[in-house]
């Protein structure tokens, strides 16, 4: 097992040094879901939502997310962030939502195209919840990510 970079030998936790990476691209895409009613769905792709139209609303909170991100997690480096998208697919029972982001630096950006993807999925639940009450969120992952020294991964 390989030794987990955020602990010290006493166990307590630290940020990782990266003053010595080199700077290279990076970019991660992540996914989720937000399962709801059908009608829903509907509401929802047709800004009929009695909030309004929730998924420009969403697409910002998404990429104000991936801009937070160091200020919500723990531990995880401020990055310049040069490109962020979130975008949104109708499936039947919900919406598929997929962030990109994309840096130059010395760390990867699989946290902010999580959180950018957590925080358009809240606020879609956020917007949806008066009217589908058993909406759930799910299916929160990484896609794939290219950049530094580990290289690229995808889940394909």
Not at 77 to 97: M, N, Q, S, Y
Request: hydrophobic letters at 45%.
């Amino acid at each position: 097992m390989s030794k987990l970079t955020h602990v010290r030998e006493d166990g307590s936790a630290h940020m990782v040094d990266v003053t010595g990476k080199n700077e290279t691209s990076r970019t991660a895409v992540a996914e989720g879901f937000v399962k709801m009613r059908g009608d829903v769905v509907k509401q929802l792709f047709s800004a009929g939502l009695p909030k309004g139209d929730a998924l420009p609303v969403a697409r910002i909170a998404g990429i104000m997310g991936a801009k937070k991100t160091p200020d919500i997690i723990p531990l995880c480096h401020p990055l310049p962030l040069g490109k962020i998208t979130v975008d949104f697919f109708e499936l039947a029972d919900g919406v598929r939502i997929e962030a990109s982001v994309k840096t130059r630096g010395v760390t990867g950006v699989e946290m902010e195209a999580l959180t950018a993807v957590s925080t358009a999925a809240l606020t879609v639940y956020d917007m949806i919840k008066a009217v589908d009450k058993m909406a759930v969120i799910d299916g929160i992952r990484v896609l794939s990510k290219t950049g530094g020294k580990s290289g690229d991964w995808s889940v394909q």
